[in-house]
C-alpha cells in the first residue's frame, strides 16, 4: 500500500510562487522503486500532466505549459516530492495531485496511486 499527502496550495497573484509537496508512506513504499508525478484537474477537464521525477532524481520531465516555471525535486531521506512554481499564472488554477508509478518505463507515467489533491488558486 502506497499514501501519498499533498500539502502547500493556496491563493497566491499572477506572477507569485508556491511550492507544493507529496509525502509519500506506506508499507509498500520504497522511494528507489517509485518515480513520483504531479498532476493537475480542473472541473470539466482531463488531467494535464505538470512534471515528474525518477526514483533517483537523475531525471525530470514537464508539460510543456510549465517548462522553465515550475521545478519539481525530491528528497529520498524524507520521502518527500517537491513541485516549485514559480511566476505562477491564472490558468494554472487547479487541484494539484501527486501520484506514484512503480518501476516506471520511463519517459512514459503511470498513475498507479494517486494523493488527495491541493488546490492552487491563482488571481489575475
Known amino acids: 500500500q502506497v499514501e501519498l499527502k499533498e500539502s502547500g496550495g493556496g491563493t497566491v497573484e499572477a506572477g507569485g510562487s508556491l511550492r507544493l509537496s507529496c509525502a509519500a508512506s506506506?508499507?509498500?513504499?520504497?522511494?528507489?522503486?517509485?518515480?513520483i508525478g504531479w498532476l493537475r484537474r480542473v472541473p470539466g477537464s482531463e488531467s494535464d500532466f505538470i512534471a515528474a521525477?525518477?526514483?533517483?532524481?537523475?531525471?525530470?520531465d514537464y508539460g510543456d505549459a510549465v517548462k522553465g516555471r515550475f521545478t519539481i525535486t525530491r528528497d529520498n531521506a524524507k520521502n518527500i516530492v517537491y513541485l516549485q512554481m514559480n511566476n505562477l499564472r491564472p490558468d494554472d488554477t487547479g487541484v494539484y495531485y501527486c501520484?506514484?508509478?512503480?518501476?516506471?518505463?520511463?519517459?512514459?507515467?503511470?498513475?498507479?496511486?494517486w494523493g488527495g489533491g491541493t488546490l492552487v488558486t491563482v488571481s489575475s
Open positions: 521525477i525518477t526514483s533517483d532524481g537523475g531525471s525530470t
Open positions: 501520484a506514484a508509478d512503480y518501476e516506471s518505463a520511463w519517459p512514459d507515467f503511470r498513475e498507479d496511486w
Open positions: 506506506g508499507r509498500s513504499f520504497r522511494p528507489d522503486k517509485f518515480a
